[in-house]
């Protein structure tokens, strides 16, 4: 774990840039936007890059002028929940590759270590965990409330409002930490999870209407496509909390949510209960993940990638 050394290239050079993961989610923004107020207490120029639109429901994680307006030389690059380089998009080759300092902080166990210096913790619930600790101990950067309200989003996201199996004894001290300084939980939590448009109901009833299973109902998938979207006038983006409704079905273990985003354009999220590493699974198509929660892009026919991913999984189960 390079923690220490990412600790130190921060104190030693003056500008740092944070690169989060395309189809950004509340850990990887959250995380990111700590750590961008820390880095300017310290006095330092930050700016997040990220090669995708911010979801209006996570606007409140980010000051706009946390966002870099162009890309400009930084010292060094921070991949933030970047579990592997082709999740940064096109902020690899634009940002990550031409930083002469290159670190990464992430959770994914599936993350094989492409920076210089890296601080994998696939023990940790949420890059937002991991972040905490880093502000707070290596930087020495006081928890400001500004600061605990971004990790508590970033943490109680990642274990699905402290309910998932990645959820420890130390996630709830951490949160019981970033609680105490007065931030508004209710608020982060009806936000994240409760708040909805009366168009991502009727989608999610459209979905459930034309749930697929498979593996004598073990396997279930849900599916959404451009059409759908369309109809409800509605972004990807707005669809995410699909992901879990397929594995909260009374005897499925693994949920599949594929989202049809072109024609050979397959992203697929792939979540399981209990005995299913779907990480693994994620990987062997050339994805990845955790082992309850991974996903993939497949470049195949809709049909084509729902039979890959169902054989890939009846081979593990
Ligand atoms: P989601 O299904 O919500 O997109 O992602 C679930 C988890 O798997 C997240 O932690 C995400 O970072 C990771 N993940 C999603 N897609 C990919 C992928 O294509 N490759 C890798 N390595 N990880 C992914
Ligand atoms: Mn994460």
Not at 112 to 121: F, H, R, S
Request: one cysteine or more.
């Amino acid at each position: 774990m390079d923690m220490l050394k990412i600790a130190d290239a921060v104190k030693q050079n003056s500008s740092i840039a944070i690169i989060i993961h395309v189809n950004p989610d509340s850990d990887c923004l959250g995380s990111a936007s700590a750590l961008i107020t820390a880095l300017r207490c310290m006095g330092k120029k930050a700016h997040i890059f990220v090669d995708s639109p911010i979801p209006g429901r996570l606007s409140f994680l980010a000051d706009e002028d946390y966002f870099a307006s162009g890309a400009d030389d930084y010292d060094v690059c921070i991949a933030v929940d970047v579990a592997a380089e082709y999740m940064m998009g096109s902020m690899k080759e634009k940002v990550f590759d031409k930083s002469p300092v290159r670190c990464c902080i992430d959770h994914h166990g599936t993350n094989k270590g492409y920076a210089q210096y890296n601080c994998i913790d696939p023990s940790a619930a949420a890059a937002g965990e991991i972040m905490y600790v880093f502000i707070r101990d290596y930087l020495k950067v006081e928890i400001t409330a500004d600061i605990a309200l971004r990790l508590y989003a970033a943490i109680a996201s990642d274990t699905g409002s402290f309910q998932y199996s990645n959820t420890t004894a130390r996630t709830h001290i951490i949160a019981s930490e970033l609680m105490a300084k007065g931030i508004d939980a209710p608020f982060v939590m009806r936000t994240l999870f409760e708040r909805k448009r009366i168009e991502q109901l009727k989608l999610r009833a459209e979905v459930i209407e034309n749930l697929k299973f498979y593996n004598d109902g073990k396997i279930c998938v849900a599916v959404v496509d451009n059409d759908m979207l369309s109809r409800y006038k509605m972004a990807f983006e707005e669809a995410d909390d699909i992901a879990g409704l397929p594995r909260s079905i009374i005897g499925v273990e693994v949920g599949v949510y594929i989202k049809v985003k072109g024609p050979r354009e397959i992203k697929a999220s792939l979540r399981s209960n209990e005995y299913v590493d779907v990480s693994s699974v994620a990987a062997s198509l050339g994805g990845g993940g955790h082992i309850r929660a991974a996903g993939v892009t497949i470049n195949a026919s809709q049909d084509e990638a729902e039979k890959m991913i169902i054989d890939a999984l009846e081979k593990v189960m």
